[in-house]
């Protein structure tokens, strides 16, 4: 597959690493924001591929994992309503509730189910005018103008019977929120990739002054995460900060404009609370008011139902990067991906996922396997 | 969430709503996408996709920055690369 | 005697509570289906101590029982796939497929197999006509005549248009000892062909999900295959097995964990398609855990691993066989894979549900 073979190749990767090992002089930690990017580390091995010196934290760039506990239970009351089809990501269905999930919904009898994009969702309520369509719009600023375009199309079309349950989140009132924090250790930040591509990256430059912090945007791939990461200790060993775009196959300063002004159209900023971690102000997307009628939490009017954490579940400290999943005392025993605690164990993104699909608490995992001979 | 996939476009029209709309091939596999946001992409030229929407258009000259790095730590013969046990062709 | 021992059964079952939580699990999920780490635990945590034998504890795909000395392979599957017609089969000539496969995983040349089908009122009888050709088309193929069968209607919206089970019987020749648990350090491990075909064929048609592809179904009878790998190893193939629920991850998994071996693959030895890789891109799948219904995987000794290898890439079905790893004696009970660019993870079972009902 082309722009995707090339990146995972084996010879470049281990390029990567030696300049990685040959430039490292002293301890440093990085953190990559986005949840892809860290099963990217863990699922090709380059976590254990990296010099000792490197630390590398898992941020909380999982939209899945840091939607509020509150707003599964308002989806969960939304998708039991008779009529109502409930649509959704494939991962936010098995997100724990207070006392159930959206699969629970199902297998009661409710009608969910799962779509790849929105204009599906959009396109379900108009084939079915009967029913009440809700999306469960999840994301961060990438997710954001496709969940905007369905929004707008709705309205184009009158479409009456469809909603949006929001949940949406940004990236940089995170990050500023991690560097803010008084025992904070990230020297570095590899940002998202895909966030950027909508948003650009003109937004973290006065983040990397404030904070005199390198932030390298930084692709999905095994090797782009290595060129990322070699970029990240190149700025930091030369005491350089700033942004650098290591991406720049898919992303611009500026990002792009025409889902920006989609996105200017259809939400607003509005203060929003991250499962874990508590209200960031300014973290998060609405509607805005002309599209406010497609809001699913005013249509359905869901009471603000009170919500329980589980009281073990530690995903504010993972999400964080406070805590790495294995060290988390539940994880894998009373956790695990079948019988989550918390989100960060069922959302494809989730680190303590992907320490659990990868086997991240094995200590005897070999680092070195011989390639299969001919 | 952020699952972002380069495919290559294949068709370009516009929907009744005056969108630009399309198909893009992932190795072979097609789907519809929205192209709302590349509006002057090219068939033959290659997209980000995330959710049914693309998202960029991949630059293909910036594409290669990273194996030109590569390539000037060769050429400096800086580094010093463990191989593996069996050299794979 | 009979009486005695279902007596001591329903004494031992009476009194006992349900083994699975109720607070966890007060009802079937569809992940107890789904062939990953909560169907085994269902299977190991109800049906095993239930029905209590030595011959059920072996798990493998059929059993074997001795009767008479002979040794018979007896399989069982059933088949919920939905959509009933898909690209490549249909649930008839899956549910033919999947079952004389499961036959020739025990090491055993099929002999017959049954047919009992769960009808939904109001399924149309032009469907029932195909899927019974269907059936009838495959079998013939496989060699394998449907014997015996059953058939049952159940109201409207109790069953998904048709549900299948079919039942086969097998022999299984001198010289071939099939199992599991023989699986042993230095063993070569095989993959007859390229993986993740099935499930992303279902999946191309599946609504919310449709893509367009030229991708079908690889559901094909594997026998003619196995014949030939047992032909060059003899009873130096120790185990066989057809990953389908779970993919090939769930079958590496099910044989590390049986046997007490680790198991190493390469991930650029497993064959994929280029097609079969873009659609797991976009789906954010990963192919060692999406179905296949004509891929068999073996695990023989070194000395014979080339031959078999022949022998398979000799059948039409196996033209893309492959060398994929090896059982070692390190991480007992676990799969370690070597990734793309050379580091290391390890290969879980399948949690919950990837797909649903594919098979």
């Given at each position: 597959?082309?722009?995707?073979?090339?990146?995972?190749?084996?010879?470049?990767?281990?390029?990567?690493?030696?300049?990685?090992?040959?430039?490292?002089?002293?301890?440093?930690?990085?953190?990559?924001?986005?949840?892809?990017?860290?099963?990217?580390?863990?699922?090709?091995?380059?976590?254990?591929?990296?010099?000792?010196?490197?630390?590398?934290?898992?941020?909380?760039?999982?939209?899945?994992?840091?939607?509020?506990?509150?707003?599964?239970?308002?989806?969960?009351?939304?998708?039991?309503?008779?009529?109502?089809?409930?649509?959704?990501?494939?991962?936010?269905?098995?997100?724990?509730?207070?006392?159930?999930?959206?699969?629970?919904?199902?297998?009661?009898?409710?009608?969910?189910?799962?779509?790849?994009?929105?204009?599906?969702?959009?396109?379900?309520?108009?084939?079915?005018p009967?029913?009440?369509?809700?999306?469960?719009?999840?994301g961060?600023?990438?997710?954001?103008?496709?969940?905007?375009?369905?929004?707008?199309?709705?309205?184009?079309?009158?479409?009456?019977?469809?909603?949006?349950?929001?949940?949406?989140?940004?990236?940089?009132?995170?990050?500023?929120?991690?560097?803010?924090?008084?025992?904070?250790?990230?020297?570095?930040?590899?940002?998202?990739?895909?966030?950027?591509?909508?948003?650009?990256?003109?937004?973290?430059?006065?983040?990397?002054?404030?904070?005199?912090?390198?932030?390298?945007?930084?692709?999905?791939?095994?090797?782009?995460l290595?060129?990322?990461?070699?970029?990240?200790?190149?700025?930091?060993?030369?005491?350089?900060?700033?942004?650098?775009?290591?991406?720049?196959?898919?992303?611009?300063?500026?990002?792009?404009?025409?889902?920006?002004?989609?996105?200017?159209?259809?939400?607003?900023?509005?203060?929003?609370?991250?499962?874990g971690?508590?209200?960031?102000?300014?973290?998060?997307?609405?509607?805005?008011?002309?599209?406010?009628?497609?809001?699913?939490a005013?249509?359905?009017?869901?009471?603000?139902?009170?919500?329980?954490?589980?009281?073990?579940?530690?995903?504010?400290?993972?999400?964080?990067?406070?805590?790495?999943?294995?060290?988390?005392?539940?994880?894998?025993?009373?956790?695990?991906?079948?019988?989550p605690?918390?989100?960060?164990?069922?959302?494809s993104?989730?680190?303590?996922?992907?320490?659990?699909?990868?086997?991240?608490?094995?200590?005897?995992?070999?680092?070195?396997?011989?390639?299969?001979?001919? | 969430?952020?699952?972002?996939?380069?495919?290559?476009?294949?068709?370009?029209?516009?929907?009744p709503?005056?969108?630009?709309?399309?198909?893009?091939?992932?190795?072979?596999?097609?789907?519809?996408?929205?192209?709302?946001?590349?509006?002057?992409?090219?068939?033959?030229?290659?997209?980000?996709?995330?959710?049914?929407?693309?998202?960029?258009?991949?630059?293909?000259?910036e594409?290669?920055r990273?194996?030109?790095?590569?390539?000037?730590?060769?050429?400096?013969?800086?580094?010093?690369?463990?191989?593996?046990?069996?050299?794979?062709? | 005697?009979?009486?005695?021992?279902?007596?001591?059964?329903?004494?031992?079952?009476?009194?006992?509570?349900?083994?699975?939580?109720?607070?966890?699990?007060?009802?079937?999920?569809?992940?107890?289906?789904?062939?990953?780490?909560?169907?085994?635990?269902?299977?190991?945590?109800?049906?095993?101590?239930?029905?209590?034998?030595?011959?059920?504890?072996?798990?493998?795909?059929?059993?074997?029982?001795?009767?008479?000395?002979?040794?018979?392979?007896f399989?069982t599957?059933?088949?919920?796939?939905?959509?009933?017609?898909?690209?490549?089969?249909?649930?008839?000539?899956?549910?033919?497929?999947?079952?004389?496969?499961?036959?020739?995983?025990?090491?055993?040349?099929?002999?017959?197999?049954?047919?009992?089908?769960?009808?939904?009122e109001?399924?149309?009888?032009?469907?029932?006509?195909?899927?019974?050709?269907?059936?009838?088309?495959?079998?013939?193929a496989?060699?394998?005549?449907?014997?015996?069968g059953?058939?049952?209607?159940?109201?409207?919206?109790?069953?998904?248009?048709?549900?299948v089970?079919?039942?086969?019987?097998?022999?299984?020749?001198?010289?071939?000892?099939?199992?599991?648990?023989?699986?042993?350090?230095?063993?070569?491990?095989?993959?007859?062909?390229?993986?993740?075909?099935?499930?992303?064929?279902?999946?191309?048609?599946?609504?919310?999900?449709?893509?367009?592809?030229?991708?079908?179904?690889?559901?094909?009878?594997?026998?003619?295959?196995?014949?030939?790998?047992?032909?060059?190893?003899?009873?130096?193939?120790?185990?066989?097995?057809?990953?389908?629920?779970?993919?090939?991850?769930?079958?590496?998994?099910?044989?590390?964990?049986?046997?007490?071996?680790?198991i190493?693959?390469?991930?650029?030895?497993?064959?994929?398609?280029?097609?079969?890789?873009?659609?797991?891109?976009i789906?954010?799948?990963?192919?060692?855990?999406?179905?296949?219904?004509?891929?068999?995987?073996?695990?023989?000794?070194?000395?014979?691993?080339?031959?078999?290898?022949?022998?398979?890439?000799?059948?039409?079905?196996?033209?893309?066989?492959?060398?994929?790893?090896?059982?070692?004696?390190?991480?007992p009970?676990?799969?370690?894979?070597?990734?793309?660019?050379?580091?290391?993870?390890?290969?879980?079972?399948?949690?919950?549900?990837?797909?649903?009902?594919?098979c």
């Amino acid at each position: 597959m082309k722009f995707v073979d090339e990146y995972r190749g084996e010879a470049e990767a281990r390029k990567l690493v030696a300049a990685i090992g040959d430039l490292v002089t002293q301890p440093w930690t990085l953190m990559e924001i986005c949840g892809g990017q860290t099963h990217t580390l863990i699922k090709s091995g380059i976590d254990r591929l990296l010099p000792p010196e490197l630390t590398m934290v898992h941020g909380p760039g999982c939209p899945v994992c840091v939607t509020p506990i509150e707003l599964i239970d308002r989806a969960i009351e939304i998708a039991r309503r008779p009529g109502v089809t409930f649509t959704s990501f494939g991962d936010m269905l098995r997100v724990p509730g207070s006392s159930t999930d959206l699969l629970g919904v199902k297998s009661e009898g409710g009608d969910v189910r799962i779509v790849y994009s929105p204009l599906d969702a959009l396109a379900l309520a108009r084939k079915h005018p009967d029913r009440e369509v809700v999306f469960f719009a999840v994301g961060f600023e990438t997710t954001a103008p496709a969940n905007a375009m369905a929004v707008w199309q709705a309205e184009q079309l009158e479409v009456e019977n469809f909603s949006i349950l929001c949940s949406h989140v940004l990236v940089p009132p995170a990050m500023e929120a991690i560097l803010g924090a008084p025992d904070n250790q990230v020297q570095g930040f590899l940002a998202a990739g895909h966030v950027c591509t909508v948003m650009g990256y003109w937004e973290y430059e006065p983040i990397a002054e404030r904070y005199r912090v390198p932030i390298v945007v930084t692709g999905f791939e095994p090797l782009d995460l290595l060129h990322g990461t070699y970029m990240a200790l190149r700025a930091l060993e030369e005491g350089r900060w700033g942004v650098e775009n290591q991406y720049a196959r898919s992303v611009s300063r500026d990002g792009n404009t025409p889902a920006q002004d989609l996105l200017k159209d259809v939400f607003r900023v509005t203060d929003r609370p991250w499962r874990g971690i508590g209200s960031i102000p300014h973290s998060g997307f609405e509607l805005s008011p002309r599209f406010a009628g497609f809001d699913a939490a005013h249509r359905f009017d869901v009471d603000t139902i009170t919500a329980q954490e589980s009281p073990e579940c530690i995903a504010g400290e993972i999400l964080k990067g406070r805590t790495k999943p294995h060290e988390c005392p539940a994880f894998g025993t009373r956790c695990t991906p079948d019988h989550p605690l918390g989100a960060p164990m069922v959302s494809s993104e989730g680190a303590c996922a992907a320490y659990y699909a990868y086997g991240r608490y094995e200590e005897s995992v070999p680092v070195d396997i011989e390639p299969v001979r001919d | 969430m952020c699952l972002g996939v380069p495919g290559q476009v294949v068709e370009v029209r516009e929907d009744p709503l005056g969108m630009t709309m399309g198909v893009v091939s992932f190795a072979g596999i097609t789907k519809e996408v929205c192209l709302a946001y590349t509006p002057d992409v090219q068939v033959g030229e290659y997209v980000i996709v995330h959710v049914g929407f693309a998202i960029s258009k991949v630059d293909e000259d910036e594409a290669r920055r990273v194996f030109e790095l590569l390539e000037s730590m060769d050429d400096l013969g800086e580094l010093d690369v463990p191989q593996p046990a069996s050299e794979e062709g | 005697m009979g009486d005695e021992r279902s007596n001591e059964l329903g004494r031992r079952l009476t009194g006992l509570s349900c083994p699975i939580s109720l607070t966890d699990y007060p009802s079937v999920q569809l992940a107890h289906g789904g062939g990953g780490r909560m169907s085994q635990m269902l299977i190991d945590a109800m049906f095993v101590p239930a029905f209590d034998n030595p011959v059920l504890e072996l798990l493998h795909d059929g059993a074997i029982l001795g009767v008479e000395g002979a040794r018979l392979a007896f399989s069982t599957d059933s088949f919920v796939v939905h959509p009933l017609f898909f690209p490549g089969g249909d649930i008839g000539s899956l549910a033919i497929h999947g079952t004389v496969n499961d036959v020739a995983m025990c090491g055993a040349r099929p002999i017959a197999i049954s047919a009992g089908l769960i009808l939904e009122e109001g399924f149309p009888m032009e469907d029932l006509w195909r899927v019974t050709r269907s059936m009838e088309d495959a079998a013939r193929a496989a060699g394998v005549p449907v014997v015996t069968g059953d058939t049952k209607v159940v109201d409207r919206g109790k069953a998904d248009g048709v549900f299948v089970n079919t039942t086969g019987l097998g022999l299984i020749p001198d010289g071939i000892e099939i199992s599991p648990k023989r699986a042993e350090p230095g063993d070569v491990v095989l993959v007859s062909g390229a993986v993740a075909v099935h499930g992303i064929a279902i999946m191309s048609v599946r609504e919310g999900l449709e893509f367009e592809t030229r991708i079908e179904s690889d559901t094909a009878c594997l026998y003619p295959l196995v014949a030939a790998a047992l032909e060059a190893g003899g009873e130096a193939v120790h185990v066989l097995r057809d990953p389908t629920r779970g993919g090939v991850a769930s079958a590496l998994n099910e044989i590390a964990r049986s046997a007490s071996v680790g198991i190493r693959v390469d991930q650029r030895r497993i064959p994929v398609w280029e097609e079969v890789r873009g659609a797991c891109e976009i789906l954010g799948l990963d192919p060692l855990y999406v179905a296949n219904e004509g891929k068999c995987i073996a695990v023989v000794e070194k000395r014979i691993a080339d031959a078999v290898l022949d022998a398979m890439r000799s059948d039409p079905l196996g033209a893309e066989a492959a060398v994929i790893g090896e059982v070692v004696e390190d991480h007992p009970g676990t799969v370690l894979l070597r990734s793309e660019i050379g580091g290391t993870r390890v290969v879980e079972m399948l949690s919950g549900e990837q797909l649903p009902r594919i098979c």
